[in-house]
């Protein structure tokens, strides 16, 4: 009889007991959490689709070119002496760039001076004979072979004096070109040279590159390709100049496409004395295609994309609701919406991965 009595108050302490423990774990708690937030819904921002008017644009990536880019190199192979600029340094053209060493060179020039001026004696020598012979000549003093042997010495002395003075130009020349010189205006760049350095013809030793003006150049699509003109305004961009938009004008179409990417090279002149261009900038192009209108535009921040399809979720009545759209050009921190909202319909543009369609929102500034 105790025994049963004893199992009696036992089950009541145990449920007691493990009633306890499990409101003090938070199980019911999470449960009523999770009530409240679907009670209360998710904050979003929202902001409203809206007609802005804007001009219909192409866009296009490129990179900067200078006006001009010549490629220096030696004539002559020889040794290095002198590298007499440095990468970035602004030249005329004729100024020196590099000399070779030239005491061979120089050497050659007295030599062929020196032949000149002895084959200039010969043919004077050779005219005052002639001249000489022609006077006895006249008077019957001499025969006339004698004359034509004159006047052959005459004319060799002649040859001769001609050749010695080409071979002394040319030996100036190659003298010359033992300084290396700037072909055009430009900033130097790409400097691979050194002093002692043995250099072959043609090698290339640093460009010069006249930046003054330089090109945005692009591939255009051929579908593209009506849209644009010379003489058309371009506006430019380059990431190292944030926010600044430099002007130009569409210059030059190359009519025939490329072979290997059937597109159409097209170069946008910029004026750029101050020099902040520089060749090789990754360039953004946008070129105005037509007059201006109104598109309907919303924040890129209210749309989600999934496998290709664009949604976002318009709230209603502190609901979302889910709606597809078809999105066009972007701008900024816009994009253009061509179907599926209407102008003023209000729009999440926060916490949108947390959505579902039929949530419930709470609208927060």
């Known amino acids: 009889m105790k025994g049963f009595k004893l199992k009696y108050w036992i089950v009541p302490v145990v449920i007691f007991i493990g009633l306890v423990v499990v409101f003090r774990s938070g199980a019911f708690s999470s449960e009523k959490t999770q009530l409240q937030t679907n009670t209360t819904g998710v904050n979003v921002k929202i902001a409203e689709a809206q007609y802005i008017d804007t001009i219909p644009k192409l866009m296009l990536n490129g990179s900067i070119e200078g006006k001009t880019a010549a490629a220096i190199s030696a004539k002559l192979a020889g040794r290095i002496e002198e590298v007499m600029v440095q990468e970035g340094q602004q030249v005329q053209a004729g100024d020196p760039l590099a000399r070779l060493e030239s005491i061979e060179l120089a050497n050659s020039v007295r030599t062929a001076q020196d032949a000149v001026s002895k084959a200039q004696v ?13 006077t006895l000549f006249d008077q019957g003093a001499t025969s006339q072979q004698t004359l034509d042997n004159a006047e052959g010495k005459k004319r060799i002395a002649q040859a001769d004096l001609s050749s010695a003075v080409s071979s002394k130009s040319n030996a100036e020349q190659q003298y010359g070109y033992g300084v290396i010189t700037a072909p055009v205006d430009g900033v130097v760049a790409n400097v691979t040279v050194t002093v002692g350095q043995v250099v072959s013809p043609g090698a290339e030793l640093m460009n010069v590159q006249d930046i003054s003006q330089v090109y945005a150049v692009v591939n255009v699509e051929q579908k593209d390709l009506g849209l644009i003109k010379q003489g058309q305004p371009a506006e430019v961009t380059v990431d190292t100049y944030a926010g600044k938009v ?78 597809q759209v078809e999105v066009g050009a972007t701008s900024g921190d816009s994009i253009e919406i061509k179907s599926g909202l209407q102008p003023g319909d209000k729009l999440a543009v926060s916490n949108v991965s947390q959505l579902k369609d039929g949530d419930v929102v709470q609208i927060v500034e």
């Open 122 to 134: 010969n043919y004077e020598m050779a005219v005052k004979d002639y001249n000489r012979y022609q």
């Open 246 to 323: 430099f002007s130009g004008t569409v210059e030059m179409i190359n009519p025939e496409a490329g072979s290997t990417n059937r597109m159409f090279r097209t170069k946008v002149k910029i004026n750029n004395e101050d020099g902040s261009l520089k060749s090789g900038m990754f360039s953004k192009i946008q070129l105005a295609t037509g007059d201006a209108a109104q598109i309907l535009t919303i924040p890129q921040a209210a749309i989600i994309q999934k496998q290709g399809i664009y949604y976002v979720f318009v709230v209603e009545n502190d609901k979302v609701i889910r709606h």
